[in-house]
Antibody, heavy 116, light 108 residues
Framework: EVQLVQSGAEVKKPGESLKISCKGS????????IAWVRQMPGKGLEWMGN????????RYSASFQGQVSISVDKSISTAYLHWSSLKASDTAIYYC?????????WGKGTTVTISS | EIVLTQSPGTLSLSPGDGATLSCRAS???????LAWYQQKLGQAPRLLIY???NRATGIPDRFGGSGSGTDFTLTISRLEPEDSAVYYC?????????FGQGTKLEIK
């Protein structure tokens, strides 16, 4: 079974760019879909989109299309979530998880804080 | 896009009680591709049920799932204090794989 390790907490200013990562270890990473999930402070889970690590086929929720980009480097078993211009409303915990069916393996989350 | 609505919003029960959580979909979920997750405070979510009724690895048989089409249920029997958490349903039949808004379970 794959394990997912996420990058550390980030504190950024509005307008800055950011890329956070989710590194897989164990079973063949290339055979998995990897999803990103947002959880704003005190709120529920929001599915942002997913990517197939084998060929980078990517799907987005309409709410996040154009706001973030999801990518993968299968040579290092790592998926990414990227913002080109952060907003205060991007403050949240971001989880990655396997999504080849139900989301059975989760990372511990990356806390992103955007503050001027 | 399939929208999931969970009820109730909050459930307050005593140890030993049974809990019934509901998840209703705005359109049919094919293949019973419906999952339930548990999220305790400060932790990542954990998969409980997949395929509407299959327990994930290591999940005790106090947790059960049922339903098909647009109506799904998570039942938890013999509640324990450690079951205090927010429970989410999610469909993974049709992208986007949205979650319900969650049910908070409090153990008095």
């Amino acid at each position: 079974e794959v394990q997912l390790v996420q990058s550390g907490a980030e504190v950024k200013k509005p307008g800055e760019s950011l890329k956070i990562s989710c590194k897989g270890s164990g079973d063949s990473f290339s055979s998995y879909w990897i999803a990103w999930v947002r959880q704003m402070p005190g709120k529920g889970l929001e599915w942002m989109g997913n990517i197939y690590a084998g060929d980078s086929d990517t799907r987005y929720s309409a709410s996040f299309q154009g706001q973030v980009s999801i990518s993968v480097d299968k040579s290092i078993s790592t998926a990414y979530l990227h913002w080109s211009s952060l907003k205060a409303s991007d403050t949240a915990i971001y989880y990655c998880a396997t999504n080849s069916g139900a989301m059975d393996v989760w990372g511990k989350g990356t806390t992103v804080t955007i503050s001027s | 896009e399939i929208v999931l609505t969970q009820s109730p919003g909050t459930l307050s029960l005593s140890p030993g009680d049974g809990a019934t959580l509901s998840c209703r979909a705005s359109q049919g979920v094919g293949g019973r591709y419906l999952a339930w997750y548990q999220q305790k405070l400060g932790q990542a979510p954990r998969l409980l049920i997949y395929g509407a009724s299959n327990r994930a690895t290591g999940i005790p048989d106090r947790f059960g799932g049922s339903g098909s089409g647009t109506d799904f249920t998570l039942t938890i029997s013999r509640l324990e204090p450690e079951d205090s958490a927010v429970y989410y349903c999610q469909q993974y039949d049709t992208s986007p794989f949205a979650f319900g808004q969650g049910t908070k379970l409090e153990i008095k």
